[in-house]
């Protein structure tokens, strides 16, 4: 990235109302997960579990596990990278208003970020569909691998416990897709990063911030669908552009 373009992006955080970052698998990446969609993602290696399949059959429900289990280390043990901090120290300085993003893997909070809109849920939680409660995933995946069989719920015996994200066919939660939307209707800058912006209605929320004379800034590795709207396009490592901004800011 060019020093002027970094200085510019510096001079947009820092003259307005607090920004709002959209992230994708991206933002992940950088800490070692891998992208599902990528060739031997998890993705592209098994057959999709929809979630009416999910409910209605153990057979399905058990397949949804094994997947979960095989994936699981890949962010449990995973750290937050140079970008989950410096966008939770941004957060910090009342630079950006919070981080809405389609990963699943609680990066951003346990960099330190406090406000953080999940659209795509949580593997951290596991969520039972019948009686709502939640727990801790890992000791239920531990559960899994040992007894190869589907937890039962702690709580209730016999609801269906699914990890804590949106499978294939489930609707986004509404009060999390609703607030995502207002922050971008209200927002003067959106830095998305690390995102296709292809998979919707996420793909949407930077349009918003267009419609209302705001401005957007695309950091991603490929060309996207929105890169003709965007008032900077940045392709490099997410790391390594976001302390390029971060060094202009002087703060």
Same mark, same amino acid.
């Given at each position: 990235?060019?020093?002027?373009?970094?200085?510019?992006? %510096?001079?947009?955080?820092?003259?307005?109302?607090? %920004?709002?970052?959209?992230? #994708?698998?991206?933002?992940?990446?950088?800490?070692?997960?891998?992208?599902?969609?990528?060739?031997?993602?998890?993705?592209?290696?098994?057959?999709?579990?929809?979630?009416?399949?999910? /409910?209605?059959?153990?057979?399905?429900?058990?397949?949804?596990?094994?997947?979960?289990?095989?994936?699981?280390?890949?962010?449990?043990?995973?750290?937050?990278?140079?970008?989950?901090?410096?966008?939770?120290?941004?957060?910090?300085?009342?630079?950006?208003? #919070?981080?809405?993003?389609?990963?699943?893997?609680?990066?951003?909070?346990?960099?330190?970020?406090?406000?953080?809109?999940?659209?795509?849920?949580?593997?951290?939680?596991?969520?039972?569909?019948?009686?709502?409660?939640?727990?801790?995933?890992?000791?239920?995946?531990?559960?899994?691998?040992?007894?190869?069989?589907?937890?039962?719920?702690?709580?209730?015996?016999?609801?269906?416990?699914?990890?804590?994200?949106?499978?294939? #066919?489930?609707?986004?939660?509404?009060?999390?897709?609703?607030?995502?939307?207002?922050?971008?209707?209200?927002?003067?800058?959106?830095?998305?990063?690390?995102?296709?912006?292809?998979?919707?209605? %996420?793909?949407?929320?930077?349009?918003?911030?267009?419609?209302?004379?705001?401005?957007?800034?695309?950091?991603?590795?490929?060309?996207?669908? /929105?890169?003709? /709207?965007?008032?900077?396009?940045?392709?490099?490592?997410? #790391?390594?552009? /976001?302390?390029?901004?971060?060094?202009?800011?002087?703060?």
């Amino acid at each position: 990235m060019q020093q002027e373009t970094a200085e510019r992006i %510096a001079e947009w955080l820092s003259g307005q109302d607090a %920004a709002v970052v959209f992230t #994708g698998a991206g933002m992940s990446t950088e800490s070692g997960i891998p992208d599902f969609r990528s060739p031997g993602g998890i993705w592209t290696k098994y057959r999709t579990v929809y979630f009416d399949e999910f /409910l209605q059959s153990a057979e399905a429900r058990y397949e949804y596990w094994r997947q979960k289990a095989e994936g699981h280390r890949d962010f449990a043990d995973s750290q937050p990278n140079l970008g989950h901090q410096i966008l939770a120290t941004w957060e910090a300085k009342g630079l950006i208003r #919070g981080v809405v993003t389609q990963n699943i893997d609680g990066l951003h909070q346990l960099a330190g970020s406090q406000n953080v809109l999940e659209l795509h849920g949580t593997a951290r939680q596991i969520m039972c569909l019948d009686c709502q409660a939640r727990f801790d995933s890992e000791p239920l995946v531990q559960e899994f691998l040992q007894h190869d069989r589907v937890p039962e719920c702690p709580a209730c015996q016999q609801g269906r416990l699914k990890h804590a994200t949106i499978s294939f #066919g489930q609707s986004l939660s509404p009060e999390i897709l609703n607030k995502s939307i207002d922050w971008c209707r209200s927002s003067k800058l959106l830095l998305a990063m690390g995102s296709s912006l292809v998979v919707t209605p %996420a793909a949407e929320l930077p349009r918003l911030v267009k419609q209302n004379a705001g401005r957007l800034v695309i950091i991603n590795r490929d060309e996207t669908p /929105l890169d003709s /709207l965007a008032d900077e396009v940045i392709s490099s490592s997410l #790391g390594e552009a /976001l302390g390029q901004i971060d060094a202009c800011l002087g703060n």
